[in-house]
DNA sequence: AAAAAACTGGGTGTTTTAACGGTATTTTTT
DNA sequence: AAAAAATACCGTTAAAACACCCAGTTTTTT
């Protein structure tokens, strides 16, 4: 049986959920709290809950703070953020915090349930609605110029490999090595950047390749 | 009863998955395919599977392109990335191009069920283990950052106006004039900010006034 | 006021990068 | 099957980058 715990400032919705949450097969809400604090403070390290469920807006206490406690002093203790806040900040912070779900309040119970189950059984869950801004934080920001764009699409899987090589300290010579070529052929990869990318130097390469986010700074 | 294409390049590697989706209730593969060559081509636009899941390694047409073409051609197809790459380039890549879930050939059978019900129910699901290589790339490398930040501060101004000026695609000659130095003293600069950012060339230099942002890219 | 630190400039090398000239092989297109 | 494109490769030369050595001047510290 996974014992679960709501946090929620808002009684009403935290005792829908766990009557919701007490309906599914093998989960039992063990302990409600109004918020980070009270719910910390209720914490006994001999006896952990499984899964804790919480909303990110809450006095005293807010879920992003009982994130980061938690991830601190018991990192192994499972949370699943259940809120309206369906911001890209919010959900990047929560993530970035150790949730292992995200799930809107506006969802539908077997959404729900769904999200209980994975993060359960080795997984996370984000709505998908969500998700689309989580993909666009891994992008980076898209606004890119627009030429560039069009520049960055005739670029070849093996150049962008090398752009990415170019933005360490190794040398062409090393980086012939770990791409398993010669350096003459090298040679040629960087000529073909100059040429397409409008740049004569290798700074210029690493600052293209930063800013088209080809590497992760 | 939701319709499953199997792409993999794993006969026996697929027909297991096969049989065990087969097992799953309210799920049935209808199609087998042995790369995303025969995949693309043996669909049907009149007749779209409700699910593929794909290898990544895959002779003809790999799993990313594929994925990139069936979120060009198909976005609203669901896909989810089987594989036994647990790389972070390739979860990345593989989320960028849109796909739902992202399983290790490693998993446990009933992850892998909780993969196929999350992303039939409007969810997306990641394995824990990669769940970390997200979240770090969310991150960008803070943790860096902090270690980095007492460095920062141990430059001058000067050495700050030189770190800008290496941001640009000049020859240290060049930067001399703009900062009305000698070439000489450049050097200085530059072997000075070696020592203290334990680096070892320009392109060392420039990644740190990037990731510090010296340089507003 | 003396010592230390910081800033600036210099000499002399080696290594790396960049620009120029190409060729041979494979893959794709027509 | 021929043409075109893409891929991998090579040599030479000049410039730039990097590594080391150094010294004079100014600023800061003691």
């Known amino acids: 049986m996974v014992e679960v715990v709501m946090v929620d400032d808002h009684v009403m919705m935290r005792q829908c959920l766990a009557s919701v949450v007490n309906s599914f097969e093998g989960f039992k809400v063990i302990h409600e709290a109004n918020n980070g604090k009270e719910f910390i403070e209720w914490l006994n390290p001999d006896k952990l809950p ?8 809450m006095p005293y206490m807010n879920g992003h703070e009982t994130a980061i406690w938690l991830s601190t002093h018991y990192p192994k203790l499972k949370f699943i953020t259940i809120t309206m806040q369906n911001d890209e900040r919010s959900i990047i912070r929560m993530l970035r915090s150790g949730t ?5 309040k506006d969802s539908e119970i077997l959404d729900f349930k769904q999200a209980l189950e994975a993060v359960m059984n080795k997984g996370i869950y984000i709505n998908t609605v969500l998700y689309k ?3 666009d934080n ?3 920001h898209q606004a890119n110029l627009e030429t560039e764009q069009s520049v960055l699409s005739n670029l070849n899987e093996r150049e962008i490999e090398f752009l990415r090589w170019l933005c360490t300290d190794k040398s062409y010579k090393e980086i012939a090595a770990e791409m398993y070529l010669s350096p003459r052929t090298i040679d ?8 397409k990318l409008k740049v004569a130097s290798r700074i210029g390469l690493v600052l293209f390749a930063i800013r088209n986010e080809i590497v992760k700074i």
Chains 1, 2 share one sequence.
């Open 133 to 135: 801004h989580i993909i």
């Open 188 to 195: 040629g990869y960087r000529d073909a950047l100059f040429e």
């Open 138 to 140: 891994l992008h980076g």
């Open 100 to 104: 292992r779900g995200y799930v809107l």
């Open 50 to 57: 499984d899964l804790v469920l919480m909303d990110i807006n």
